[in-house]
């Protein structure tokens, strides 16, 4: 099955590139103009789709645009098909497809791929998280003042009740530096590629987190909820990290509340 998520990925990924800057329909979800959805985003998912379903007809799938199906298989493929969709509009060369397999809910293989940079991270569980077919493991950086950070923002960032932007302003003043890809599955990838020694986000699906999250726990990182609770990608929020700063990333998480609390 990972070579097949790999193959696809990868035809997916070329497809994104081929189409930067011909883009026909730009459509606003929910009527958010910071939540788009694009003709390219909905050919890409239908193509990985049609892939999928030639090869394990019986398989169930859960994919961003609504194309997936479910079935009694034990099996289920997770895809965004164009992780990084606001970048993709603009023609900002940060985005990704991502492919997870998940058995009896466990995900048991993913594949992130950056067709810009033409960069394949995958991770099979128990066999560790490759790029390119290089073994992968998280930093050895054990204090957050020395840390890469990255975090993204929800669509509904503006009113968004997870103190989110207040989270952010903590962790400016506590790592080294702090960045906003725009594409999550990218974000844990680079966990895992120890570019980045921790991220951070509230909001997310399982589709941006499956894949990239086996490859953050096969390089040896640690990945939980905001309350250091058992990560699930269908929690909507993750802290994933080297697991050495994990426990300061989660103090500063903690510290918002903490001043409700105080005042
Ligand atoms: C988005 C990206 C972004 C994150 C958003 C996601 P999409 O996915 O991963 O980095 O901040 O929360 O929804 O919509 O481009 O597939
Ligand atoms: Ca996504
Ligand atoms: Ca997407």
């Known amino acids: 099955m990972i070579e097949t ?9 070329a497809f994104l590139r081929e189409n930067v800057g011909k883009i026909r329909e730009v459509h606003e979800k929910a009527g958010l103009p910071t939540n788009l959805v694009t003709n ?3 050919q890409s998912e239908a193509m990985i789709i049609e892939r999928i379903c030639a090869r394990y007809p019986g398989h ?8 997936g199906r479910e079935t009694s298989s034990p099996f289920k493929w997770i895809i965004d098909p164009l ?18 397999v998940e058995h009896e809910g466990e995900v048991i293989a993913g594949v992130v791929y950056d067709p810009n940079l033409d960069e394949l991270f995958t991770a099979e569980k128990g066999k560790g998280a490759f790029l390119n077919g290089k073994r ?35 962790f400016l003043k506590e790592a080294q530096a702090v960045r906003r890809l725009g594409s999550a599955a990218l974000d844990l990838a680079y966990v895992a590629a120890g570019r980045l020694d921790g991220f ?59 001043r409700e609390v105080s005042d």
Not at 60 to 67: D, K, R, S, Y
Not at 237 to 245: E, F, H, W
């Open 5 to 13: 998520a790999i193959d696809i990925a990868k035809e997916a990924g």
């Open 40 to 42: 390219v985003d909905k």
């Open 60 to 67: 169930q799938v859960l994919a961003e645009e609504g194309g």
């Open 83 to 100: 992780d990084g969709t606001t970048n993709y509009t603009h023609g900002f060369p940060v985005f990704s497809v991502s492919i997870a």
């Open 136 to 170: 992968l493991r998280v930093t050895g950086v054990s204090d957050l003042a020395r840390s890469l950070l990255a975090t993204g923002f929800p669509y509904n960032v503006r009113e968004n009740p997870d103190h989110c932007i207040e989270h952010f302003i903590d």
């Open 200 to 258: 951070w986000e509230v909001n997310l699906n399982p589709w941006d987190m499956a894949a990239a999250a086996l490859c953050v726990a096969e390089a040896g990182g640690r990945l939980t909820d905001f309350a250091g609770e058992q990560f699930s990608i269908y929690r909507r929020q993750v802290v994933s990290s080297n697991a050495l700063i994990h426990e300061e990333m989660l103090c500063v998480l903690r510290r918002v509340t903490d």
